[in-house]
């Protein structure tokens, strides 16, 4: 008589076979999966519907119109002298618009009929720009071109006096082609870096 317990053996054959026809649907099922599914829609990110701020662009300055000197020169008593000349000036309330104004006027403008210009023609404003009592003034190299020693102090006097027109106080960094003047004619004025008006009055004015 047969044995029960032989009959609840499976060969190992048949289990093998059975694993590989598992094996071989589910490789079946998962191309088929792969290849009749709709292709994945990319992922957009939703817009940012939040409305960015506005961007306020900088007010500028409001126009305004001041009272500035420009500074010549005057024969007193046979002696020269810087003297001012008021004029009015309407643009942006802004010390480096006001003096960039103020010195195309000197160095193209007309004094009165008793005052005169020891700044040589043809000079131009290349650059000036302030900051804080600061004023720089780069001038092109006919500012440095003829003239004595009279005349290099005259023109350097109405530099200075000009440029501190709006803060008398402030001190002046002058500069010929982008580089500092620290020697003016040809006899070497030497001018100080910074030069301010009582600098200037001692060292140029001064009596000895």
Do not use: C, H
Request: net charge negative; aromatic share 6%.
């Amino acid at each position: 008589m047969e044995d029960p317990q032989n009959n609840r053996i499976i060969p190992v054959r048949i289990v093998a076979g059975i694993a590989t026809v598992l094996i071989a649907v589910g490789a079946g099922l998962t191309w088929w999966t792969l290849t009749t599914r709709s292709p994945e829609e990319p992922v957009i990110s939703s817009p940012n519907t939040t409305s960015p701020s506005p961007f306020v662009s900088p007010s500028p300055s409001p126009v305004i119109e001041q009272t500035v000197s420009l500074y010549w020169v005057e024969e007193q008593n046979g002696k020269a002298v810087i003297v001012p000349q008021p004029i009015q000036i309407k643009t942006q309330n802004e010390p480096t618009v006001l003096l960039t104004v103020a010195f195309e006027q000197l160095l193209t403008g007309s004094p009165d009929s008793n005052q005169f210009s020891e700044i040589p023609k043809g000079t131009t404003l290349l650059k000036l720009t302030t900051n804080n009592n600061d004023v720089y003034v780069d001038l092109s190299p006919e500012f440095t071109q003829g003239g004595g020693s009279a005349s290099m102090i005259g023109r350097l006097g109405q530099v200075v006096y000009t440029a501190t027109t709006l803060n008398p106080n402030s001190q002046v960094w002058l500069s010929v082609g982008g580089k500092p003047l620290t020697v003016l004619g040809g006899e070497g004025l030497e001018i100080p870096q910074p030069i301010t008006r009582p600098i200037f009055d001692q060292e140029f004015l001064a009596t000895p």
